[in-house]
């Protein structure tokens, strides 16, 4: 019995000894290089997973199975399939070019790039937001198609050379002319930068996979879903059928919104919570203003009510 306790006690110890070997042996760097590899493998299986990769990933895990079973002394097949797999990186990048490229640039738009490098213009937006909810709400009432982007980080400058350029500041009389039917600017898209209107009749990409789309959409909602995947935008977009506004952001579109849902929306995209909360802390404490502010505030709750 003693020599069995003996034995525990030695098995502990020596898982303990182990154990602490290999803490004392982890550095700052470690941690480092596991919590990147972490976040790389993370990304990597969140990118199968949302796009076709998925398939991808089962086609190749067969050739992996008739690769190993093949191995056993089944020579042209072991031969075929390990020709297939040496080549397979390249056409993984042949075939998904456009999710990586779509990957690389979310990739290359986090908070930290956009915090240095971007330049800050979502002061701008403060004026233009509320014209641009009230524009596409007065061309819905009366069945007005209109298209419109606005630029984030992503910069639009092919499409913009494309179309005709303005740089005027946005104003319902301004949409109003550029989307009216028998105007030569209505045809096409505007697309916004800084607040600013800086082109219209501006053509855009078509999506990249058309044939999953709802086939009820027609050309605006194609070209804003063709937009929104090549590039972090956001695309408004207003039906001449119907005159249902619709949003398209990131390879997909969302439909039945108002003026003061579109506004809430542009908001909380293009101007930070913390700004936000800035600007009412700025406001607040001037004795007039900051009252106004939460009067303003209070009307919009109830008039959502």
């Known amino acids: 019995m003693a020599d069995m306790f003996k034995t525990m006690a030695d098995f502990f110890l020596n898982v303990f000894h182990s154990i602490s070997n290999v803490v004392q042996s982890v550095h700052a760097i470690d941690l480092i290089d596991i919590a990147l590899l972490t976040y790389l493998v993370y990304m990597a299986m969140r990118f199968i997973r949302e796009s076709r990769a998925v398939q991808l990933m089962k086609g190749i895990l067969v050739l992996v199975a008739v690769y190993l079973v093949s191995g056993l002394g089944l020579k042209s097949i072991h031969f075929i399939t390990q020709q297939v797999l040496g080549v397979g990186v390249l056409a993984v990048v042949i075939l998904f070019q456009p999710e990586l490229r779509r990957v690389l640039e979310k990739f290359g738009n986090t908070a930290f790039h956009t915090s240095l490098f971007a330049e800050s213009s979502r002061g701008s937006w403060e004026k233009a937001i509320p014209i641009i909810c009230e524009s596409v709400a007065d061309l819905a009432k009366n069945n007005t198609g209109a ?147 939460r009067k303003s505030k209070q009307s919009e709750k109830e008039g959502k009510q």
């Open 147 to 293: 298209l419109i982007v606005i630029e984030r980080n992503t910069k639009l400058g092919e499409q913009i050379s494309g179309g005709t350029v303005l740089n005027a500041l946005p104003s319902l009389q301004l949409f109003g002319n550029i989307f009216y039917p028998k105007t030569p600017l209505h045809d096409g898209a505007v697309i916004m930068r800084d607040g600013l209107i800086v082109a219209a009749a501006c053509f855009l990409p078509r999506p990249q996979k058309d044939e999953g789309i709802d086939k009820r959409l027609g050309t605006r909602h194609r070209a804003a879903i063709g937009m929104s995947e090549n590039s972090d935008a956001i695309i408004i977009v207003v039906s001449e059928e119907t005159g249902q506004i619709s949003v398209a952001e990131n390879g997909k579109i969302t439909r039945d919104y108002n003026g003061p849902s579109l506004q809430q929306l542009l908001r909380n995209a293009l101007i930070p919570a913390e700004e936000e909360q800035a600007r009412e802390d700025f406001l607040a404490g001037i004795p007039f203003l900051g009252k106004h502010s």
